[in-house]
């Protein structure tokens, strides 16, 4: 049985830094690709990240260059280290996870990914 559980959210004034992780288990694959979503109240699931087993990411516009990927394999723990956070960047942040290894140009759409976690919220206030 797969399980995700994401940690490190909480409440950060405009401009600060979070750091989420991602704790895997069962997974079969260790180099399954994993992904972070947001969703904020009153819109769709946002692809925020994907990142293959050899750690390479792909971004959403909106978090380049503030928001950073990575991945600890021997752990099985998948990081968000968010900078300059911006009101905007408020929502409910999930992991997610699949049994593919090669990274899809497609990493964003959240029905390529068979395993979630259940959520922790982020709150960015000015």
């Known amino acids: 049985q797969v399980q995700l559980v994401e940690s490190g959210g909480g409440s950060v004034q405009s401009g600060g830094t979070l750091k989420l992780s991602c704790a895997a288990s069962g997974l079969r694959n260790s180099d399954s690709c994993m992904a972070w979503f947001r969703e904020a109240p009153g819109k769709g699931r946002e692809g925020v990240v994907g990142i293959n087993g050899g750690g390479y990411a792909g971004y959403a516009d909106s978090v380049k260059g503030r928001f950073t990927a990575s991945r600890d394999k021997g752990r099985n723990i998948v990081y968000l280290q968010m900078t300059n956070l911006s009101l905007e960047d408020t929502a409910m942040y999930f992991c997610?996870?699949?049994?593919?290894?090669?990274?899809?140009?497609?990493?964003?759409?959240?029905?390529?990914?068979?395993?979630w976690g259940q959520g922790i919220q982020v709150t960015v206030s000015s």
């Open positions: 997610a996870a699949t049994d593919r290894s090669y990274f899809s140009e497609y990493w964003w759409l959240a029905s390529g990914y068979k395993y």
